[in-house]
């Protein structure tokens, strides 16, 4: 017995001995985060607890040319309730009321409202929702209800802002008003809203929120700790007039052509100012087009005849050979180095002219023009176009410019049908708005300008920043090249390829285009066509230039040229601009006197100054000149027909009495 009671003791003193090393490891473990620790465990504490969140600045907004907004940002609110905040009390006062207002605002009944506000308060929940997706009236009528005007800590509301982008005029031009946004982690920035981003967007703010029940954060202030600053508004130089028809008119040709992509720019010519441009791109799944990439911008690819104005050019300015010169076409197949050059009418033209040969796109033509004239020294011609500025990129504010291609003697790539290919728009490759900055030169009489998106930057009336005209060339080529071109690109509308487009009430000039490209498919390929037209308007003093290029129009029409494809898109465009818009026309000279009215005002006061108090001699003058005459003299008038005075029933000379009486027989 003694034994076991000593087995009992020992147990005993080793269960007191391990409670008092735990006790003693508590106390140390205490006294270190109290005071070794302790700084740190109350950081963390507190930033587990306690943090500051960003409250995203607003953005400022893109306008249009003229004034309509075409990218805003709009607050969006989301309303939830901290149950545990008000009191019994006020809660029970003001939650009928509250109830009934929600369910006017909200449109939901009111007994909804008093059942999702009474379960969350008898269960203490603190982050109900309420509402979301709010607009800013619809908040601040939230906030003034009852119980939630008494604020976050009395009256439980939570409130959660968010900033969302909209574009009010929809889809039109998306893709060149862009967007800059996080995407999987990695931001994106596409068309104006990210190259003028710098601008756009303002300085965040900070607000300071607590950590709640279930993870969820509310804020710990009414105010914020730091309020957002709204970003500048950027001015965009699209009008959007032009920018709907432009869009339209693109839209509903690659539907009728079931094409695969294309795009379409209407430039002023003599600011380089963008005032439409529209990219489209069709939908495989569901056959819709959609602005998905900017290809104006970003596709570089072979443009065909539209090619040959360069040609032009240096022929002309090289002095090498005038527009009357003849040449051959063959009939219409030439070959070079056993490549053969077609003409796409079959049989060829006979011998024409060079001007001839542009207005109807002769490639046996132009090929021949350009291969006789810089065979033996191609670098003339490439130094030619190099200067025109096409090797390189216009240098636009935009990201993913496209990279043209333009073949250089030097390059190990170059051979004996470099040349002759390049005169005909192949081997090459130039972005549409490339093309369409040179047309626009010959339409600004040589002064190449560089295409401009955006005109200005302001916040509110003040103007921070202003995008002047930026000259990329002061000069292509001589003025009497320059009237040549103008011509023949007239004609090519009148009597060449573009003759379908040709309208007597209004002018236009251009260049028709069909390129043939070979595209990869299924490890084999296939053959497309890009059909292009560009030029300018009105020809007399050209305002606006434009291109249209169509990607893969459906060739079981067998109608893909140029000018039935891309050419009425251009034509709708001018056509709508010039008959449907508001014109004002100036007329001069309206004070320029005309002789005989003059003659007629000093008989008409020499009679009235002369005959002061007696009846006047009015036979012969007009009959409202005679009444009017008469009345001012204080003589009654009646009058018998219509016409001139033929007789008066008071002679000339008789004094005027009071309440005088003169009958007039008009002729």
Request: charged letters at 25%; proline letters at 4%.
């Amino acid at each position: 017995m003694a034994v076991d009671d000593k087995h009992i003791s020992y147990r005993m003193y080793l269960v007191a001995f391990m409670i008092l090393m735990i006790a003693v490891a508590i106390t140390v473990k205490l006294t270190n985060i109290q005071w070794v620790e302790g700084d740190y465990y109350r950081k963390l504490a507190k930033e587990r607890t306690v943090k500051t969140f960003v409250i995203p600045a607003n953005k400022g907004n893109i306008y249009s040319a003229d004034g309509s907004l075409l990218a805003t940002s709009i607050p969006k609110y989301t309303i939830r309730f901290d149950a545990g905040a008000p009191n019994k009390k006020d809660f029970d006062t003001s939650v009928d009321s509250l109830s009934i207002c929600l369910s006017k605002l909200l449109k939901k009944p009111s007994a909804y409202y008093l059942s999702l506000l009474k379960n969350a308060k008898s269960s203490n929940l603190r982050y109900v929702l309420i509402a979301e997706n709010l607009s800013y009236t619809d908040y601040s009528k939230i906030k003034k209800m009852p119980l939630f005007n008494k604020g976050a800590y009395k009256g439980g509301i939570i409130v959660e802002q968010k900033t969302v982008r909209e574009h009010p005029i929809g889809k039109i031009a998306e893709r060149t008003i862009g967007y800059d946004r996080i995407d999987d982690g990695v931001r994106k920035r596409v068309g104006i809203e990210g190259a003028f981003g710098k601008y756009l967007n303002g300085k965040d703010g900070k607000e300071l929120k607590q950590k709640i029940a279930k993870g969820q954060w509310k804020p710990i202030r009414d105010l914020n700790e730091v309020d957002p600053q709204d970003g500048y508004d950027v001015i965009s130089t699209i009008d959007v007039y032009i920018q709907d028809i432009a869009h339209h008119a693109l839209l509903k040709q690659l539907q009728e052509y079931d094409a695969e992509h294309g795009c379409v720019v209407v430039m002023e010519t003599k600011t380089g100012n963008v005032k439409a441009i529209s990219n489209l791109g069709r939908d495989e799944a569901t056959g819709n087009y959609y602005e998905t990439i900017n290809y104006a911008v970003v596709e570089a690819h072979e443009p065909g005849s539209t090619f040959k104005l360069v040609d032009m050019i240096a022929l002309l300015d090289d002095h090498k050979i005038d527009t009357s010169k003849v040449y051959d076409s063959h009939g219409g197949i030439i070959e070079y180095r056993g490549r053969k050059v077609r003409d796409s009418h079959e049989g060829g033209y006979g011998k024409i002219s060079l001007a001839r040969g542009f207005e109807v796109s002769s490639n046996t033509v132009m090929v021949q023009a350009v291969y006789e004239n810089y065979k033996n020294n191609p670098e003339e011609f490439v130094n030619r176009i190099d200067k025109m500025g096409l090797n390189k990129p216009l240098g636009l504010p935009f990201q993913g410019e496209g990279k043209s291609k333009i073949p250089q003697p030097s390059d190990k790539s170059w051979s004996a049908i470099s040349l002759p290919w390049m005169a005909f728009g192949y081997g090459v490759a130039v972005t549409p708005l490339q093309t369409l900055t040179l047309y626009n030169a010959i339409a600004n009489n040589g002064e190449m300008v560089k295409p401009q998106f955006v005109s200005e930057i302001k916040e509110w009336n003040k103007t921070i920043k202003k995008f002047d005209k930026q000259v990329i060339n002061p000069k292509i080529c001589s003025d009497e090249t320059i009237k040549k071109l103008k011509a023949v690109m007239q004609n090519v509308v009148k009597r060449g390829t573009g003759a379908k487009l040709y309208s007597k009430d209004f002018s236009m000039a251009g260049k028709t285009g069909t390129a043939q490209a070979n595209y990869a498919v299924n490890g084999g390929s296939e053959k497309h066509y890009i059909s292009s037209f560009v030029g300018f308007f009105p020809v007399e003093n050209p305002k606006y230039s434009c291109i249209v290029v169509v990607h893969k129009p459906n060739t079981s029409k067998n109608n893909y040229y140029g000018a039935d494809v891309a050419g009425p898109v251009f034509k709708r465009i001018a056509q709508k601009i010039f008959t449907d818009a508001p014109s004002t026309n100036e007329i001069k000279n309206l004070n320029r006197p005309i002789p005989l009215q003059e003659i007629k005002y000093k008989e008409y006061f020499d009679k009235a100054i002369t005959t002061k108090n007696k009846i006047p001699n009015v036979k012969g003058m007009p009959g409202m000149d005679a009444v009017a005459l008469l009345g001012n003299l204080g003589v009654k008038v009646k009058v018998k027909g219509v016409g001139k005075v033929k007789n008066q029933s008071i002679q000339a000379g008789a004094f005027i009495s009071k309440n005088t009486v003169i009958v007039l027989e008009l002729s």
